[in-house]
Structures are given as C-alpha cells and as structure tokens.
C-alpha cells in the first residue's frame, strides 16, 4: 500500500505568491494532521481532520494561513499571501480511528519563500 | 496542559557505545500513549514504538529498547551498540485526548544523536 503522499516535494516562491500544498493520506484512515518543521519551533501541529472535519486549528499561525479536507482522500494547505518566515518543511500525516494508533507521515514539503 | 521534555539537545558517541535518549512527559490523562519517531537525515519521520500508559514493561527490539516508568513519567530510549545508522533526530510524543474523543501527539523538541565511527 502507498503511503501518505504529499506534493509538491520542493517549492521555492517569492513573498507575496499563493502556495498550495498537498496530501492524500493512506486509504481508510479517518484522521489527518498537518505539521510544520523549523529549528527554531520544532514540530508544532497546525491542525487536523477527522472524518474530513477540521477539529482543532488552534496552531494555524494566522489567517494567511487555510486547510481544506473536501474528501477522505485529499487535504490542501494554502499560504496566501506567503512570507519568508513560512519556509519551513510541512508534513500530512495520517492514521485510523478507534484505539490511538501511531501517525504515519508522509514524506514532507520543504518550502523555501523568498 | 500535556507536556513532553526532552533534555538532551544533541548527543555524540563513538559507534558500539549505549546511548540513552530520555523523555520525560506530563499528563492529566488517566489514558495516554506514548510514541517515539526517528527523523534520519533524509528526513522523513519514521514510528519506532508505541506504548499504552498500562503496560509499564519494558521492550527490547533488536538493539533498541524502551523503559517506561509511570512513577517518574519518563519514558527513555536505549540504543545498544549504536552504529552510524543511527545517527538521526529522535522525537518522543505523548497522546492527548481531545472533547471528542479524538487526539493529537504533543511532540518533544527532539534530540539529534551523531553517532561517529
């Protein structure tokens, strides 16, 4: 079975553009999260989903900043308009419902804004 | 409010040396679970162990092993023989249940391990 898959891998855009990025989370599994890597704040959880309803967005930065579930196979992250302090590596996770099971991530999205 | 420290900002050890990560974890969860992740240099985040708050035993996989003990809320990893395969960014993370009833990982700020040959 694949993965959680994230798209792009790379994006390099300049302050000011839109960004979207994007996550299909492995088949069947009914929560997905969406994270950001810097050195300076680790991993912080920017929000997530179950059953493609968006629980707790307590850790989106600001308002530049939007999720969107519109089914159980695809999330989008959007940055509009982005600024350099975003570039950061994003990651989807994903994982079942029911007993707390572990998250599986996907491989990340290194975003450079410049 | 959930909480997870990992003291240990970054350890060095020569290869075949043990090597302890420790994480140490607050809760008001009577259920929680713990987690450990390994972030090689490539970069993706890769689940090691997942532990229920009610099975304080320890567990050994291959060279990895775990001690979770309730009484001092510390859950700290060992590498035995550690090689430069090893050498990543570990990451421990506690469950935290939300109103309704789903959850979220509260993850600490991790410890990079070199391990040099």
């Known amino acids: 079975d694949a993965g959680v898959i994230q798209s792009p891998r790379h994006e390099v855009t300049e302050m000011g553009q839109e960004v979207t990025l994007r996550c299909k989370p492995i088949s069947g599994h009914d929560y997905l999260f969406w994270y950001r890597q810097t050195m300076m704040r680790g991993l912080e959880l920017l929000i997530y989903?179950?059953?493609?309803?968006?629980?707790?967005d307590s850790g989106m930065p600001e308002d530049r900043f939007s999720a969107k579930m519109p089914n159980a196979s695809f999330s989008t992250l959007k940055i509009q308009p982005s600024e350099p302090r975003d570039s950061a590596v994003y990651f989807c996770?994903?994982?079942?419902?029911?007993?707390?099971?572990?998250?599986?991530f996907g491989p990340g999205t290194r975003l450079t804004v410049l | 409010a959930q909480k997870v420290t990992q003291a240990q900002t970054e350890i060095s050890v020569v290869e075949k040396e043990d090597v302890t990560l420790d994480c140490v974890y607050e809760t008001r969860d009577t259920t929680y679970y713990l987690f450990w992740y390994k972030q090689p240099p490539s970069g993706e985040l890769v689940f090691l162990i997942r532990?229920?708050?009610?099975?304080?035993q320890n567990e050994i996989s291959g060279r990895y092993s775990w001690n979770f003990q309730k009484s001092t809320s510390s859950f700290n990893f060992t590498i035995t023989a550690s090689q430069v395969v090893d050498s990543a960014v570990y990451f421990c993370?506690?469950?935290?249940?939300?109103?309704?009833?789903?959850?979220?990982?509260?993850f600490g700020s991790g410890t990079r391990l070199l391990v040099r040959p």
């Open positions: 993370a506690l469950s935290a249940l939300m109103m309704d009833s789903s959850y979220k990982l509260i």
């Open positions: 989903f179950n059953n493609n309803v968006p629980i707790d």
């Open positions: 996770a994903s994982t079942p419902g029911g007993v707390i099971n572990e998250q599986f």
């Open positions: 532990r229920n708050s009610f099975d304080e």
